[in-house]
């Protein structure tokens, strides 16, 4: 007898070449997502759908009604309260077999653990202080790193090697003054884009699906719905690819005081 988990990927079992390996693979995997706004929500929804049994979700904050316009796991009863614990419980009325620990906090540190568990880093953050923090832990466990970002109409999504090849300041030496946490533009729709992107690459990374192990960004441009792709390479001049173990010390002693 099928049992109901089985049954709900039954359909993508169906794609040219994907196999139940993939599957399995895709089932034994756990996920560390710092971000369950308007694109990780949608990242943490395609990946407990697709079969991603385990999820790690890191966001803080509560709901407010601005966020409506793009964040589908938030409900309007979840006014003023935390998003992570919305999402989380949220995905579990839809997909009851998926594990998640749901953390109301930024990337700091202390997590440092539970990126080490992980299989696959995402970060669907929107300021680079934690997204340059979550590339250090992700380098200092040898752990791969999804990036997915937008900014008004566009959007990009990249696979990096945060301490054996390509690493996120590499990509964004300065990180990016435009994309300011508190009010950049948004349409949902774009959100929505670019997390439907960062999951199909997590996805192929997770199970191993036509994938290729090679450092690249995507972008997305919304006012032609064109997309472009493209290899990165490692920045020779990157502050923290060069002083990887200095990086490390830091964040030893961080976690040592505090
Ligand atoms: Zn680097």
């Not at 996920?31 to 929500?41: I, K, N, P, R, S």
């Not at 395609?46 to 409506?68: F, K």
């Not at 992980?118 to 929107?126: K, Q």
């Not at 054996?164 to 949902?188: A, H, I, N, R």
Request: with cysteine; hydrophobic share 45%.
């Amino acid at each position: 007898m099928i049992d109901s988990a089985s049954l709900r990927v039954s359909r993508q079992m169906g794609l040219p070449g994907w196999t139940a390996r993939h599957q399995k693979r895709l089932e034994q995997s756990r996920v560390f997502l710092a971000g369950v706004g308007g694109v990780g929500g949608v990242v943490a929804q395609y990946l407990a759908m697709a079969g991603v049994r385990e999820m790690i979700l890191v966001h803080e904050g509560s709901l407010e009604l601005p966020d409506l316009n793009r964040q589908t796991l938030m409900e309007i009863s979840g006014l003023g309260k935390s998003r992570v614990f919305q999402a989380a419980a949220r995905i579990g009325l839809q997909v009851p077999e998926c594990r998640m620990t749901a953390i109301d906090a930024r990337v700091s540190p202390e997590l440092a653990p539970l990126i080490g568990m992980a299989d696959l880093v995402i970060d669907a953050r929107t300021n680079f202080e934690e997204r340059f923090l979550l590339n250090r832990l992700a380098a200092r466990a040898l752990k791969p790193l999804i990036f997915s970002a937008m900014h008004g109409m566009e959007g990009i999504v990249a696979y990096l090697r945060p301490g054996t090849g390509v690493c996120l300041e590499c990509v964004f030496p300065e990180g990016d003054p435009q994309w300011d946490p508190l009010g950049f533009s948004v349409l949902g729709a774009i959100s929505g884009a670019v997390g439907s992107l960062a999951a199909i690459l997590a996805l192929r990374f997770l199970s191993g699906y036509d994938w290729k192990e090679e450092e690249r960004m995507t972008a997305f441009e919304g006012m032609d719905l064109s997309t472009r792709s493209f290899p990165l390479t490692r920045n020779k001049g990157c502050r923290f690819c060069r002083g990887v173990g200095g990086i490390k010390k830091e964040l030893d002693e961080k976690e040592e005081s505090g």
